[in-house]
């Protein structure tokens, strides 16, 4: 069966574009601005220094409507306050323009789950294929395991042989019924995906045994932080009276270890009177953690602030001493090099790839999700800072950076300007491997996905081969007009 014809006039290759040197790129998620979390702030500061280095970057995402958007716990956005698209009760739709020139498909579909589209195979085929050959765009960049919009706009770009990069930013397990499906739907998907991109070697690792797809095939890039929004306080003086300040800073959810906290916050609170907690986020385990603070009488220790936009996160952060992570699961904690960044002394739970992220010597581990284990991690690293006893300043007998020291460390560790080098290395490869592909060696590789999957995936290539020569004969790409360049004063990414 003869391949469904390429956009005509021909795209010239990667990076010959002459509005942009390197080349377009195509991001694709289902979770980008307003609503905001770890995925939303990787595509916006990716695509931003992706631009600054030379490409051409548009977003593809949902339309947003006040019902579906959450309040920010970490707005990532640069801003000035005009642009910043993470405003809670917004809409969004239509096309818009953020920093840069950043270009922004909101396409008219709803939120149907946890900020995903409803699922369908070819519902937004068409639209996607119109935004692909508009745009003239080079690498289709699809990000998150369960977005749907993600796995719609591989087999599109896959059918019309565009080459397709694939981040996955969480693990999953193996066992349980979602991931079962999940981990399906992701073989998949990465079984045709031109290159495969895990935020650390636990998640290459976990992604490797899900999708079943060549470790050659799958590269390791890091997330990153934006250190000039996250720094110490001028003095490394420890507060007043000798109270030591933990900081939480979470989705008070399941696998992000609230009910663990619940159970943390008295034991460490029975040892220490000099411990106070500050928790910062919002979910559906907020109710028990407020009611496990009330049973065991901490309700002068402990405070929640409730969601919080991004400014305010720094200034919670700023204010403590010890930074906690409860997760019981990460393939790359943010948080914790946010912490690190404002010169915090960071403990978290031994799980994922949060062993990565710090050296041992800037990261206290707990042996093991236990809260008793927690807590005794929590008193290690807080014995390198205060005397538990008498509440005396003791950082200068106890060998370890500065809070500026640390602040250097981790801005020097996680540049986004490093990521967007390293990620252009994945895109020159995968579009190298792509330009050899065909339908027959496609079906090939659905082929070994297994003795019922395989067929299946097989016949959903065919009608995807099939209904895009349909929309060529309909809608021929010459008829469909190149999009406009936007070409802003450019600000400065850090």
Request: net charge positive; charged share 15%.
């Amino acid at each position: 069966m003869p391949s469904p014809p390429p956009p005509s006039p021909c795209p010239p290759p990667f990076g010959a574009h002459a509005h942009a040197p390197k080349g377009t790129v195509l991001m694709v998620t289902d979770f980008f601005f307003p609503n905001t979390g770890g995925v939303e702030q990787h595509v916006y500061h990716l695509s931003q220094c992706l631009m600054e280095a030379g490409y051409r970057l548009v977003v593809l995402t949902h339309a947003y409507t006040p019902s579906t958007t959450t309040t920010s716990l970490k707005i990532g956005a640069r801003d000035g306050g005009a642009h910043l698209p993470g405003r809670s009760n917004t809409t969004r739709g239509g096309v818009r323009y953020l920093t840069n020139g950043l270009k922004v498909y909101y396409i008219p579909k709803r939120a149907f789950y946890k900020q995903n589209v409803f699922p369908t195979l070819f519902a937004s085929f068409r639209l996607i294929r119109t935004i692909l050959v508009r745009e003239r765009v080079d690498v289709v960049h699809c990000h998150q395991a369960f977005s749907v919009l993600a796995h719609e706009a591989t087999l599109c770009a896959r059918t019309l042989a565009m080459p397709v990069v694939f981040t996955d930013h969480s693990l999953f397990g193996f066992s349980d019924t979602s991931s079962i499906l999940t981990n399906k739907l992701l073989k998949f998907t990465l079984c045709d995906a031109s290159a495969v991109i895990c935020v650390s070697h636990t998640s290459k690792e976990n992604t490797v045994l899900r999708a079943c797809c060549k470790p050659t095939s799958v590269f390791v890039v890091p997330n990153a932080v934006d250190a000039t929004r996250f720094t110490p306080p001028a003095s490394n003086e420890p507060a007043q009276e000798g109270i030591i300040t933990v900081v939480v800073v979470s989705r008070l959810v399941y696998r992000k270890g609230a009910d663990l906290l619940r159970y943390v916050i008295p034991i460490v609170c029975a040892r220490h009177a000099r411990v106070r907690f500050i928790i910062a986020g919002d979910g559906d385990k907020r109710p028990s953690l407020e009611q496990a603070v009330r049973a065991h009488g901490l309700e002068g220790r402990v405070t929640f602030t409730g969601a919080l936009e991004h400014s305010a996160v720094m200034k919670v952060m700023r204010s403590g001493t010890v930074f906690l992570n409860c997760s019981l699961t990460e393939a790359f904690c943010m948080a914790i090099v946010e912490a690190a960044a404002c010169g915090l002394v960071v403990v978290s739970t031994d799980v994922g790839g949060v062993r990565e992220v710090l050296p041992p010597p800037l990261l206290t581990l707990s042996a093991s999700t236990h809260p008793e284990s927690i807590a005794d991690a929590l008193t290690a690293a807080m014995a390198r800072v205060h005397d538990l006893e008498t509440g005396e300043y003791v950082g200068h007998r106890v060998p370890r950076l500065s809070k500026q020291e640390l602040h250097e460390f981790v801005r020097q560790s996680y540049d986004w300007r490093h990521v967007a080098s390293r990620t252009e290395v994945v895109y020159a490869k995968a579009c190298r491997q792509a330009s050899s592909s065909d339908l027959l060696e496609r079906l090939q590789r659905y082929a070994l996905c297994g003795p019922v999957a395989g067929p299946i995936f097989a016949c959903v290539a065919v009608v995807a081969h099939m209904y895009a020569c349909f929309l060529e004969w309909c809608i021929p790409a010459c008829s469909i007009e190149a999009a406009r360049t936007y070409a802003p004063t450019t600000t400065t990414v850090s």
